[in-house]
């Protein structure tokens, strides 16, 4: 089983640029798909990116598309989302989660493993 830790969050302002990490610990990490969700106070979590265990599909969110980035590097048993022209509205917390299914990647529910988040904060 998978363990994942997320890092990188942290305050920032408006128009500025963060890069989380997930790292998992695990020796089938590169059989897993993996994806970013967030959660703001009093919101459902969010679906974000995703990508898939050879890093050859991405998927966005329509509010981030353009704007974030998700890759791998399975050497490092890493994800990695580069978040650039933020906007307080990505304001969350935010988990990195992994799967070894094809489900949906947008669902949460397709996803078994989370990690315990790191919270992103932008001001204005």
């Known amino acids: 089983q998978v363990q994942l830790v997320e890092s990188g969050g942290g305050l920032v302002q408006a128009g500025g640029s963060l890069r989380l990490s997930c790292a998992a610990s695990g020796r089938t990490f590169s059989s897993y798909a993996m994806g970013w969700f967030r959660q703001a106070p009093g919101k459902e979590r969010e679906f974000v990116a995703a990508i898939r265990w050879s890093g050859g599909s991405r998927y966005y969110a329509n509010s981030v598309k353009g704007r974030f980035t998700i890759s791998r590097d399975n050497a490092k048993n890493t994800v990695y989302l580069q978040m650039n022209s933020l906007k307080p509205e990505d304001t969350a917390v935010y988990y990195c989660?992994?799967?070894?299914?094809?489900?949906?990647?947008?669902?949460?529910?397709?996803?078994?493993?989370w990690g315990q988040g790191t919270q992103v904060t932008v001001s204005s």
């Open positions: 989660a992994g799967t070894r299914t094809s489900a949906a990647h947008f669902l949460a529910s397709s996803y078994d493993v």
